[in-house]
């Protein structure tokens, strides 16, 4: 059995999980007709403290129908440099929504509102209009820095006054509160819309969940509709969502105790392998370059042993740590990745 730390979204569906996709009450979901759908929604819009939330096949879907739904042709949009929404969508901000966007630098996850002021332009006949500034949270998904209320809160004001909408990728939301210690609806209260995935540390098969006003999820749902994520008995997919959201929630702070470990175990056989500081949820980043070795290599040789990372950069690997990981499975990884490297 590979221990498999590249990413959480390779987490199964859980047993709870299987037994109500199987049970589910279905309807046709285009038709506004399935029950289960609804109460996922519900759930969702609720624990967020927004109006109305809409299920979405994937959160790069999400991602894209929002910044849709929130912007004209040609306008532009304010992304970190690290960002999902701008690197790994394929394109779609300028294939699909036909925007522009504008990468700004970011500081242990965080934007410097005077660079974000500077990077908003002036209503002039030749620039384009910035739009929405878009923040992700947990930010970076190769580090994974929760961002706090505060700073969302001061982002928000920032865009706000400029008369901008503010977006947030939450796909991985609930790893943020844990991390901070807060109710999600206070990372959701400043901003206008957004997203979290249920397939990440919540070990759901599908889903994501792109929540905001009334208006801008009518306005979601149509986009949603054009783009082909209309779903007919979308209800079994639902069913696995609710149970996500109910039973999974409450172990994430195992993820992020395994990730500190698997950090800690690391910087003992040679401190430039982590920075611990870094470590907040369950992403950690792992430089090689100091032993001398590159990520292929270990990539290569962990492999060998039963354990699968994610070579990042040439000389950078990431492991994430989920359900499927449990503590003696990172003290394996630890102790195998002393041998590799010594
Ligand atoms: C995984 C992820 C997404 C996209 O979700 P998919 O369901 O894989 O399309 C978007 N943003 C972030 C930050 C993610 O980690």
């Known amino acids: 059995m590979y221990k498999d730390f590249r990413s959480d979204t390779v987490t199964q569906a859980t047993p709870d999980m299987r037994k109500a996709m199987l049970e ?19 759930v969702s819009a609720a624990m967020f403290g927004k ?18 739904a929130l912007t004209q042709l040609g306008d532009e ?14 394109g779609a901000l300028a294939a699909l929504a036909s925007v522009q966007a504008r990468p700004i630098p970011s500081y242990s996850g965080c934007f410097d509102s005077k660079i974000v002021k500077k990077f908003i ?4 006949v030749q ?11 947990t930010y970076d998904l ?15 004001h920032l865009a706000h006054e400029n008369g901008m909408s503010v977006y947030l990728d939450g796909a991985r939301i609930f790893n943020a509160a844990e991390a901070l210690q807060v109710d999600v609806k206070q990372l959701a209260k400043d901003i206008d819309a957004l997203q979290f995935c249920l397939t990440k540390g919540l070990a759901a098969p599908f889903g994501s969940l792109l929540l905001g006003t009334k208006e801008f999820v009518e306005k979601a749902r149509w986009i949603k509709q054009r783009l082909g994520g209309g779903m007919r008995q979308a209800g ?4 696995a969502g609710i149970v996500a959201l109910k039973t999974m929630r409450g172990r994430l702070q195992e993820d992020h105790a395994n990730a500190l470990r698997m950090a800690k175990g690391l910087a003992g056989i040679n401190d430039g392998l982590v920075d611990i500081e870094q470590v907040k949820t369950n992403i950690v980043q792992i430089e090689f370059e100091s032993v001398g070795k590159d990520a292929a290599f270990i990539t290569e040789a962990l492999l060998k042993q039963q354990i699968k990372v994610k070579p990042i950069s040439p000389t950078a690997c990431r492991m994430i740590t989920h359900w499927g990981i449990t503590e003696q499975d990172v003290d394996f990884a630890i102790e195998t990745i002393r041998k590799i490297v010594k």
């Open 51 to 68: 109006e109305a939330a809409v299920l979405m096949v994937s959160g790069t879907m999400a991602n894209q129908t929002a910044i849709m």
């Open 121 to 124: 332009r002036n209503r002039e």
């Open 142 to 156: 190769n580090r994974g820095y929760p961002l706090s209320p505060a700073y969302q809160a001061e982002m928000a």
């Open 77 to 90: 949009i304010i992304v970190g440099e690290e960002t999902h929404i701008y690197n790994l969508e394929v």
């Open 236 to 239: 079994h997919m639902a069913a």
């Open 24 to 42: 589910a009450v279905v309807g046709d979901d285009i038709l506004g007709e399935d029950p289960t759908v609804k109460q996922l929604e519900e």
């Open 127 to 137: 620039s384009p209009v910035s739009r929405v500034l878009c923040l992700e949270n």
